[in-house]
C-alpha cells in the first residue's frame, strides 16, 4: 500500500523523495513486526480503542523530520487526517513543546510510536547540531556544508535535516559530483593528471580536489581547478591558502578534516568559503522528543 497522498504531498514540498522515505519508512517498521504483532499493544490496548497523544521537546533543539513521521505514522495505519504539526521542520523549539498533536487508534499509535521517534529524534539532533556550527559561523560569508559521511539508507533525510539547520548540502552521490581525494591522486599520478583525467571523463561535471598542502594547492589552481577542499590544515596553511587562490576570483576553497565547533569561527575567518563537518550527520546526539498519551 502506498503512502497516503497528503503524506506524500508533504514530502514533496519538503524536498524530499517520496519513494525513498517510504522504502526507509517500511523497512524501519519492519524491524519492530518482524517477529510478530505488537503483543504489548494488543494486551493493553483494547480493540477500536482510540486516543489523544501529543509530541513534545524534552530539551530545546532544532525540528526536523516532521514529513517522516507523517510517513511512519500514514504506514503503521494512522489516518493522517488525525495529525495536526503544531511547528514546522527548521523552528527552534523549547523544552516543552508540543510538536504534534495525534488522535489515532491506539495500537496503530503504540506499534509506531518507536519508529516514528527514532526518525523525528535523529533528524531533530542534526538539525540541532547544525544550527550550532551555521551559528558559530554567522556573519563570516562562510557555509556549513555536509558530507556522504552518512547512515546507510537514510542519507537524503539526514542531509534534509542538515538543510533544516541551516547547512548546505554537499553532493548526494558518487556520480552527481566528482570529488578527486588522496587515492584518487595517487592512482592518477597527481593531483593535475587527475583532474584532467575527471574532466575527460565527465566534462561539465561539478569537480572538486582534496589537497593536503600547499603545493598541491598550487597545482591545483594552475590545473584550472574551481572548487578546493583544504584537508586537515591549520589555520596559518588555511590563511595561506586563501592567498595563494586570490588571483582566482572564481575558485572556491572549503575547509575539511579536525574541525571543531570551538574553533569553526577561526577557520571561517581564514577566508575560506565553506567548511565541511561530517559530523553533523555521523556523530550528531539525537534530541529528546516523547510522545505522551493525553487523558
Same mark, same amino acid.
Not at 503483543?39 to 516532521?66: C, I, M, Q
Not at 539525537?286 to 498519551?293: I, K, S
Given at each position: 500500500?502506498?503512502?497516503?497522498?497528503?503524506?506524500?504531498?508533504?514530502?514533496?514540498?519538503?524536498?524530499?523523495?517520496?519513494?525513498?522515505?517510504?522504502?526507509?519508512?517500511?523497512?524501519?517498521?519492519?524491524?519492530?513486526?518482524?517477529?510478530?504483532?505488537?503483543?504489548?499493544?494488543?494486551?493493553?490496548?483494547?480493540?477500536?480503542?482510540?486516543?489523544?497523544?501529543?509530541?513534545?521537546?524534552?530539551?530545546?533543539?532544532?525540528?526536523?523530520?516532521?514529513?517522516?513521521?507523517?510517513?511512519?505514522?500514514?504506514?503503521?495505519?494512522?489516518?493522517?487526517?488525525?495529525?495536526?504539526?503544531?511547528?514546522?521542520?527548521?523552528?527552534?523549539?523549547?523544552?516543552?513543546?508540543?510538536?504534534?498533536?495525534?488522535?489515532?487508534?491506539?495500537?496503530?499509535?503504540?506499534?509506531?510510536?518507536?519508529?516514528?521517534?527514532?526518525?523525528?529524534?535523529?533528524? $531533530?539532533?542534526?538539525?540541532?547540531?547544525?544550527?550550532?556550527?551555521?551559528?558559530?559561523?554567522?556573519?563570516?560569508?562562510?557555509?556549513?556544508?555536509?558530507?556522504?559521511?552518512?547512515?546507510?539508507?537514510?542519507?537524503?533525510?539526514?542531509?534534509?535535516?542538515?538543510?533544516?539547520?541551516?547547512?548546505?548540502?554537499?553532493?548526494?552521490?558518487?556520480?552527481?559530483?566528482?570529488?578527486?581525494?588522496?587515492?584518487?591522486?595517487?592512482?592518477?599520478?597527481?593531483?593535475?593528471?587527475?583532474?584532467?583525467?575527471?574532466?575527460?571523463?565527465?566534462?561539465?561535471?561539478?569537480?572538486?580536489?582534496?589537497?593536503?598542502?600547499?603545493?598541491?594547492?598550487?597545482?591545483?589552481?594552475?590545473?584550472?581547478?574551481?572548487?578546493?577542499?583544504?584537508?586537515?590544515?591549520?589555520?596559518?596553511?588555511?590563511?595561506?591558502?586563501?592567498?595563494?587562490?586570490?588571483?582566482?576570483?572564481?575558485?572556491?576553497?572549503?575547509?575539511?578534516?579536525?574541525?571543531?565547533?570551538?574553533?569553526?569561527?577561526?577557520?571561517?575567518?581564514?577566508?575560506?568559503?565553506?567548511?565541511?563537518?561530517?559530523?553533523?550527520?555521523? $556523530?550528531?546526539?539525537?534530541?529528546?522528543?516523547?510522545?505522551?498519551?493525553?487523558?
Amino acid at each position: 500500500m502506498s503512502l497516503h497522498p497528503t503524506v506524500t504531498e508533504g514530502l514533496i514540498a519538503a524536498g524530499l523523495d517520496p519513494g525513498d522515505t517510504e522504502r526507509a519508512v517500511r523497512a524501519a517498521l519492519e524491524e519492530d513486526f518482524r517477529y510478530g504483532p505488537d503483543v504489548t499493544s494488543a494486551a493493553t490496548a483494547g480493540p477500536g480503542a482510540k486516543a489523544a497523544a501529543g509530541v513534545v521537546a524534552r530539551e530545546p533543539g532544532v525540528l526536523a523530520g516532521l514529513p517522516v513521521a507523517l510517513a511512519v505514522l500514514g504506514a503503521a495505519g494512522v489516518d493522517p487526517d488525525g495529525v495536526e504539526a503544531e511547528r514546522k521542520d527548521g523552528e527552534v523549539i523549547g523544552r516543552g513543546s508540543e510538536v504534534l498533536r495525534i488522535t489515532a487508534p491506539l495500537r496503530e499509535l503504540l506499534g509506531a510510536e518507536r519508529t516514528m521517534l527514532n526518525f523525528l529524534t535523529h533528524l $531533530s539532533g542534526v538539525a540541532t547540531t547544525t544550527r550550532r556550527w551555521t551559528d558559530a559561523v554567522a556573519g563570516t560569508g562562510t557555509t556549513v556544508r555536509d558530507t556522504r559521511k552518512t547512515l546507510p539508507g537514510l542519507r537524503q533525510l539526514e542531509k534534509y535535516a542538515v538543510r533544516c539547520g541551516g547547512g548546505m548540502n554537499h553532493r548526494m552521490g558518487l556520480g552527481d559530483a566528482a570529488l578527486i581525494k588522496d587515492n584518487h591522486v595517487a592512482a592518477a599520478g597527481g593531483v593535475a593528471a587527475a583532474i584532467r583525467a575527471v574532466r575527460a571523463a565527465a566534462p561539465g561535471l561539478p569537480l572538486e580536489v582534496e589537497c593536503d598542502d600547499l603545493d598541491q594547492v598550487g597545482e591545483a589552481l594552475a590545473a584550472g581547478a574551481g572548487l578546493i577542499l583544504l584537508d586537515n590544515m591549520g589555520l596559518d596553511d588555511l590563511r595561506a591558502a586563501v592567498a595563494l587562490a586570490r588571483p582566482y576570483p572564481d575558485v572556491r576553497l572549503e575547509a575539511s578534516g579536525g574541525l571543531r565547533l570551538d574553533t569553526a569561527r577561526a577557520v571561517a575567518d581564514t577566508g575560506v568559503h565553506f567548511i565541511a563537518v561530517g559530523a553533523l550527520t555521523h $556523530s550528531s546526539p539525537a534530541l529528546d522528543l516523547g510522545l505522551d498519551l493525553v487523558s
